[in-house]
């Protein structure tokens, strides 16, 4: 099992800045990739960014070259660093862990943290 809690969330103006952290614990030496997804009022949720065990990234199109994830070395903190915001970035930003342990992939979420920004 993996626990994930999201810290960082708030409010913040339109061009601002904001920092996402998602701590992880637990059996963190099963994570093979770590992420961010989103939710906003009335839509699916969305891919954000994610990270690979090799350090390979991954971005929705609405968000490169603006968003940037990132992770220490032991699989305890990702970071999801977001710079320009949008009012169309006003989500529930949930972060996201996929553990391989003996063959099976095991899917783990955290609580949420909520993102606004205003025009």
């Known amino acids: 099992q993996v626990q994930l809690v999201e810290s960082g969330g708030g409010l913040v103006q339109a061009g601002g800045s904001l920092r996402l952290s998602c701590a992880a614990s637990g059996s963190i030496f099963s994570i093979d990739v770590m992420g961010w997804y989103r939710q906003a009022p009335g839509k699916q949720r969305e891919l954000v960014a994610t990270?690979?065990?090799?350090?390979?990234?991954n971005y929705a199109d609405s968000v490169k070259g603006r968003f940037t994830i990132s992770r220490d070395n032991g699989w305890i903190t990702v970071y999801l660093q977001m710079n320009s915001l949008k009012p169309e970035d006003t989500a529930v930003y949930s972060c996201?862990?996929?553990?391989?342990?003996?063959?099976?992939?095991?899917?783990?979420w955290g609580q949420g943290t909520q993102v606004t920004v205003s025009s």
């Open positions: 990270i690979s065990s090799g350090g390979s990234t």
């Open positions: 996201y862990g996929k553990g391989i342990w003996r063959g099976y992939q095991y899917d783990y």
